[in-house]
């Protein structure tokens, strides 16, 4: 009986530590990070100053934790159809859907926003690494739908590591310029047309 109660106890403790990350996500959502406070997640969540303490010791290390979610979890739509082997494709024009989708809302959605906050307000070392490596998953995602193209004989294999560089580079610009409000739709569909002419289809 114990163990099932020691189960318990660690399921109830997840859960709870995934309803603080799902409320911060909607604050840092509506507000950015640097305007975001523990009281608007305390205020969002419902459970008290010293309950969230249990868990996390500050809004940023909420966000860290919210920024690796978010991470993870971004391409697991497009990788699930690259493990199910859809159709190239499907799969590219869903990885563009989906961007222009976040491109499109970035201002009223502020999780962009949040990242690039954290980004400025926190030079280091493990900042730098942590942004590098959002990059190489943005990256490494471009690179694994580009294999499904080569290998239903779609494209070719040829200069898509730099081709693969050149849309994480993009995607990041375009992403910029949405957070200032200064693009607009046919922008997006312009440049997600220039990089698909830089794909050397057969």
Not at 46 to 68: K, N, P, T
Not at 152 to 163: C, H, K, S, T, W
Not at 165 to 193: F, P
Request: net charge neutral; charged share 25%; proline share 0%.
């Amino acid at each position: 009986m114990r163990w099932k109660h020691e189960k318990a106890d660690r399921r109830k403790k997840r859960q709870k530590r995934e309803a603080i990350l799902e409320s911060a996500k909607v604050v840092f959502s509506k507000k950015g990070l640097i305007d975001a406070t523990m009281q608007d997640i305390i205020e969002e969540c419902g459970i008290s100053r010293g309950g969230i303490y249990l868990y996390f010791q500050s809004v940023d290390a909420i966000f860290l934790e919210v920024l690796q979610q978010r991470s993870q979890r971004r391409f697991n739509e497009v990788r699930a159809m690259i493990k199910a082997n859809a159709s190239f494709e499907t799969i590219l024009t869903k990885y563009f859907e989906d961007h222009k989708y976040r491109l499109l809302h970035s201002i009223s959605d502020s999780m962009l926003r949040a990242t690039y906050e954290y980004y400025y307000t926190h030079k280091s070392v493990e900042t730098s690494s942590l942004q590098q490596t959002q990059l190489t998953e943005t990256k490494r995602t471009i690179q694994e739908i580009f294999q499904v193209g080569v290998a239903q004989g779609v494209i070719a294999d040829r200069n898509l590591e730099a081709i693969a560089e050149n849309y994480m580079l993009v995607i990041e610009g375009l992403g910029i310029l949405a957070l200032t409000g200064h693009i607009q739709e046919e922008q997006i569909d312009h440049q997600i047309q220039v990089m698909r002419t830089l794909l050397p289809y057969q």
